[in-house]
């Protein structure tokens, strides 16, 4: 297996399993400061690299396939993530979208790792079996980071004053 991986596919695999350390890390840690700042950047930017470097991996199944659509989609939930840190001044609930964005990043990460390594060490030996197994394997961490995600969520930023007073009064903000 070693033997074959392209140069492609070795950035992939040490990005990837770099970034599955560091998003766990991230999740445990406090979600404020320079160190957040600066693992979040590592993330964001290996994983950018790791899902392009996705797209150039053929080797499993010789054309474009299910680990390819999800590199396109984990690669958006990166950008979404991001674009409300850029934005100036950032929206009012720009800690929540990036949360949700940055933390579905991650389950399909997991996802895409255990599918990998399982099709690799189980004895299957077609297709539907390996779908079979991807889809049971995306099913079960989606429905385990569904709870976790919402479980950890960030707390909404509470209105300013002036805009709960005015929606006390019904006067229109």
């Known amino acids: 297996m070693i033997a ?6 070795a950035i992939h695999v040490v990005l ?3 970034c599955s350390a560091v998003g766990l890390i991230q999740f445990l840690r406090p979600k404020r400061g320079a160190g957040h ?36 989609v984990n690669f958006t939930l ?22 949700y964005f940055i933390a579905w990043s991650y389950p399909s990460l997991i996802s895409a790792g255990v599918i990998n390594v399982l099709a690799r060490l ?3 030996t077609t297709r539907g079996q390996v779908a079979l197994l991807a889809l049971l394997v995306s099913v079960a961490v989606t429905a385990i980071a569904y ?27």
């Not at 074959?4 to 596919?9: D, N, R, V």
């Not at 993330?43 to 199944?61: E, G, I, N, P």
């Open 78 to 99: 990166i950008v979404l993530a991001i674009v409300p840190l850029l934005r100036s001044p950032r929206p009012p609930n720009w800690r929540t979208v990036h949360y």
């Open 16 to 18: 990837a399993l770099l």
């Open 122 to 124: 189980l004895p299957l």
């Open 37 to 72: 700042r600066a693992l979040g950047y590592f993330y964001v930017y290996a994983m950018l690299v790791s899902d392009a470097a996705t797209l150039l991996v053929y080797r499993f199944t010789g054309q474009f396939n299910v680990f390819h659509a999800a590199a396109i």
């Open 4 to 9: 074959h991986l392209t140069i492609a596919g």
């Open 147 to 173: 709870v976790v995600i919402a479980r950890y969520r960030p707390v909404p930023a509470s209105p300013a004053v002036a805009s709960r007073l005015a929606e006390q009064s019904g006067a229109p903000s």
